[in-house]
Structures are given as structure tokens and as C-alpha cells.
């Protein structure tokens, strides 16, 4: 495994925070495995629970389950992205 990065994933509208993820390289968020997330602030409907944009779609990627982000609907800071 390649170096990881913890990063806040954010709703690209409110910036209400949505996941605390343990990302694999840089570049672009485009998924989030479910077993990398670390701390999960949603009701686990894949929604921003303060605004009610939806921002991810549940995908299997590689064989694991994973939260396929729907472009330009989240906003990442963190260590890289
Ligand atoms: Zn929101």
C-alpha cells in the first residue's frame, strides 16, 4: 500500500463536513471506500445532512464497497487534493 492521507471531505455547497477519509496517493477524490472512512458524519444515505445535496452513489470498486462522489459535489482539504 501506498502512503495515505486523512482528509476532510466537505459538501461542495455548504461545506457541512461529511467524512473524515483515509485517502491512498494524491489527485482527485473520485471515490471513498466505505472501509476507509474514518469517521462518517452522514445518515449514511450518501446525503449532506444539513443541506440534502446528494454528493455520492453506492458503487463496488475493485471488489470493495465504495461511495462513487458525484463530480463537483464535495470539497476536500487535506493533506493533498
Ligand atoms: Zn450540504
Redesign the pocket.
Known amino acids: 500500500m501506498g502512503k495515505t492521507y486523512t482528509i476532510a471531505v466537505?459538501?461542495?455547497?455548504?461545506?457541512?463536513l461529511?467524512y473524515r477519509y483515509k485517502k491512498e496517493g494524491g489527485g482527485m477524490l473520485i471515490k471513498c471506500y466505505a472501509d476507509m472512512i474514518t469517521a462518517d458524519y452522514t445518515n449514511g444515505d450518501l446525503?449532506?445532512?444539513?443541506?440534502?445535496?446528494e454528493?455520492a452513489r453506492h458503487a463496488i470498486i475493485h471488489n470493495r464497497p465504495a461511495h462513487k462522489i458525484i463530480r463537483g459535489k464535495v470539497f476536500v482539504r487535506g493533506h493533498h487534493g
Open positions: 466537505r459538501c461542495a455547497k455548504c461545506r457541512n461529511l446525503k449532506c445532512p444539513k443541506c440534502g445535496q454528493f
